[in-house]
């Protein structure tokens, strides 16, 4: 068992005072590095082992069963690394068992997604790391730099080539379609409390230096009560080149009627990088439901693509059925494994937003 050392305690960085971020000389462009889609096959997905009280509240040890129930469904197909703090080692080996391979490492927060690094390939099958800066999503400062920290000690336990980016950004900010397209918000990235002055043209700029994108899809906003203001993945995603899954909310009078409408709208009236007219497929919104006064941006589209497996969420919900219908319908030859999440979404997020996969290959040698 590697443990990874935590390399200092440096403040974080953020955006500069005049706004203007400039491109570093080496990015994975240079490299011919580029990012797979989430269909394409995995070696591994990253997770981290609840340790916020203060993020779940009283879902707390509920958290807990549920990430065990993901990393075990994950385990099936692919090799699952889950990152535990020093004094929660022996609860999540009860809790996880042999299926999930713990490493020694600290971390304040829970959320693979967005603190942990986003991998690229080259056509070779070689694999990099992009650390992006991770500041607590803008709006709920992290306790200390540990998370922001965790893209680089993951890479260095996999002794993996890391490209730093200087630019803030979580993984669940964006999707992609692994030939060149990318789905985003305008509402999360143009949020001035995380790149103050960056315009779209800069943001395309970054995507295609750092991801190989050459068409960014802009959407509006993302679901109400979403607490990191704006996020994609819980609204669309790439089922397939060509394919949108989408969010559906019916009903005029939830705020989520008019978000859906507009993204609706912006994704019909597009093409994505191939030239490709979008066939848009509609999830059904569950019921609203509330933790301390606060909407929970319930969602089916928050899921994880496994080798050979989706993993997606249930809330107890009529629409639960019909979820899982239309995603086995849209993956007939995947597994579809639902797992009831509400002690997640309780916390902010849902399944994809607490793992993060790492695609087939061989890792890049560091610099």
């Not at 590697?2 to 960085?13: A, C, D, Q, V, Y």
């Not at 991801?211 to 906003?221: D, E």
């Not at 019916?250 to 409408?261: A, E, L």
Request: proline share 6%.
């Amino acid at each position: 068992m590697k443990i990874i050392e935590i390399k200092g305690n440096s403040p974080l960085p953020g955006p500069p005072a005049n706004g203007f971020y400039s491109l570093p000389s080496r990015v994975p462009q240079s490299d011919n590095l580029s990012m797979p889609a989430e269909w394409e096959e995995h070696d591994a997905c990253w997770m981290v082992w609840p340790c916020s009280k203060e993020c779940f509240g009283s879902a707390f040890d509920d958290a807990k069963v549920t990430y065990t129930k993901v990393a075990e469904a994950i385990s099936q197909s692919e090799k699952v690394y889950m990152l535990v703090n020093r004094d929660q080692w022996e609860e999540a080996g009860h809790y996880c068992g042999h299926s999930v391979t713990l490493i020694d490492a600290r971390s304040c927060d829970s959320w693979a997604r967005d603190s942990g690094p986003t991998f690229v390939r080259d056509r070779d099958g070689m694999i990099a790391g992009i650390d992006w800066v991770f500041t607590g999503w803008g709006h709920y400062p992290i306790a200390d730099v540990s998370d922001e920290n965790m893209a680089m000690d993951i890479l260095s336990y996999l002794k993996m080539r890391r490209y730093a980016a200087p630019i803030i950004l979580e993984g669940g900010s964006f999707h992609v379609d692994g030939e060149g397209s990318l789905i985003t918000t305008e509402q999360c990235l143009l949020d001035q409390k995380r790149n103050a002055g960056m315009t779209k043209k800069d943001f395309e700029q970054y995507f295609d230096a750092y991801l190989g994108i050459k068409k960014v899809i802009w959407l509006s906003n993302g679901l109400d009560g979403d607490l990191t203001t704006g996020h994609v993945d819980i609204l669309a995603n790439f089922a397939r080149p060509g394919t949108i899954l989408l969010h559906q909310c019916t009903d005029p009078n939830d705020p989520n009627y008019d978000i859906t409408q507009d993204a609706e709208e912006r994704l019909r009236n597009t093409v994505d990088a191939q030239g490709r007219h979008l066939e848009i497929i509609h999830l059904p919104q569950p019921q609203a439901r509330y933790h301390d006064g606060e909407r929970l941006d319930l969602s089916y589209i928050n899921f994880y693509m496994a080798n050979g497996a989706i993993i997606m969420s249930s809330f107890g919900d009529e629409a639960d059925q019909k979820a899982y219908a239309i995603m086995r319908s849209v993956y007939p030859q995947r597994r579809i494994i639902q797992i009831p999440s509400m002690p997640i979404f309780m916390g902010g997020g849902g399944i994809h937003c607490i793992t993060q996969q790492q695609p087939k290959g061989f890792a890049f040698a560091p610099f």
